[in-house]
C-alpha cells in the first residue's frame, strides 16, 4: 500500500521558540499515529531546534529547498548534505512561490532533485498549473513538462520520490481544486511517471495535493488515489494541522 503522508510547509513563519511551541503541542496530538507519516518543514533557521524538538517522536524533518552543489561559492544556498547533517530526511522542491516569486525553472529542480536523491533525500516535487494555464486547459501539458523536465532519466525508485500537486490558483487563496479535478490530475501524473521511468511502480509513488487544504475540505480527497497533502497556512497551528493529520489516520 502507498504511505499516507501530511507535510506541513511553514513557509516563512515562526521563530525557532515557536517552532519549537508547535512541536511540544503537536507531538503529544499526535502520539499512536499508525499509518500516516508526518513530515515538518520549517524554515533553515528552525532545523536544528526542531530537529531536537522531533527526536523522541515518528515525525519526520524537511527542508523548503536545497541547491544543486555539494558546496562552494554560492552566497545564502545551502546544500544537500547540509540539510541531511541538520537531521533532514524530505526536500521540497519546485514550489510554485520559487518558480514563480524567484524564477526557478525545470533545469535548476532538475539539478536539485538530482543532488537530493544523490544525497539520500526523499524530494518532494511540486507541480501545478496557473489559473491561466487551466483556464486554457493547459494544465495536463503544463504538468507534465513539469514532471518530465524535473525527473527525465533521473535514477529513482517508489520509496525515493514524493510528488505534489499543487494548482497555483489554490495556493493559499482559500480556494481549494475539487476532489475530482486532483484525482485526475493525480492519475495523469502517475501515468506521465511510469512513462519516464518504466521500472518504477508509479502506483506506490506517494501523491500529494496541496492549496489550501483544511480539516473541513480534505476528507473528499482520500475517497480516491491521493495519498496525503502537502499543507500551508493550515499547517502553522498544531491542532488544525493535527485535524488533517486525523484524517488520513482514519481513512
Ligand atoms: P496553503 O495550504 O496555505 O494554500 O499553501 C499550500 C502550499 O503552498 C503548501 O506547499
Redesign the pocket.
Known amino acids: 500500500m502507498t504511505p499516507s503522508l501530511i507535510i506541513a510547509?511553514w513557509?516563512m513563519h515562526k521563530t525557532i521558540s515557536e517552532a519549537q511551541a508547535f512541536c511540544r503541542d503537536f507531538i503529544v496530538l499526535s502520539r499512536g499515529l499508525k499509518k500516516t507519516t508526518v513530515v515538518i518543514c520549517p524554515p533553515f533557521t528552525a532545523l536544528a531546534a526542531v530537529a531536537a524538538s522531533l527526536k523522541s517522536s515518528d515525525i519526520k524533518l524537511g527542508a523548503q529547498d536545497v541547491h544543486w552543489e555539494a558546496k562552494g561559492a554560492y552566497t545564502g544556498e545551502i546544500s544537500p548534505d547540509q540539510l541531511v547533517d541538520a537531521g533532514c530526511r524530505y526536500v521540497?522542491i519546485g514550489?510554485?512561490?520559487r518558480r514563480q516569486i524567484l524564477g526557478e525553472t525545470d533545469i535548476m529542480i532538475r539539478k536539485k532533485v538530482k543532488a537530493a536523491l544523490g544525497a539520500g533525500l526523499i524530494p518532494i516535487l511540486?507541480v501545478g498549473e496557473t489559473l491561466q494555464e487551466r483556464q486554457e486547459n493547459k494544465a495536463y501539458e503544463i504538468v507534465e513538462q513539469q514532471i518530465t523536465g524535473a525527473l527525465k532519466d533521473i535514477e529513482f525508485t517508489e520509496e525515493d520520490l514524493v510528488i505534489?500537486y499543487?494548482p497555483v490558483w489554490?495556493?493559499?487563496?482559500g480556494v481549494n481544486a475539487s476532489y475530482q479535478d486532483a484525482d485526475e490530475m493525480a492519475a495523469h501524473i502517475r501515468t506521465c511517471l511510469q512513462n519516464i521511468n518504466t521500472r518504477v511502480m508509479a502506483a506506490k509513488i506517494p501523491l500529494l495535493y496541496?492549496?489550501?487544504?483544511k480539516a473541513d475540505n480534505f476528507a473528499e480527497f482520500l475517497q480516491g488515489s491521493i495519498n496525503g497533502a502537502?499543507?500551508?497556512?493550515?499547517?502553522l497551528e498544531a491542532d488544525s494541522f493535527f485535524q488533517i493529520v486525523r484524517l488520513c489516520e482514519s481513512a
Open positions: 510547509n513557509k521540497i514550489h510554485s512561490e511540486c505534489a499543487e489554490a495556493i493559499g487563496t496541496g492549496g489550501s487544504v502537502l499543507v500551508g497556512g493550515a499547517s
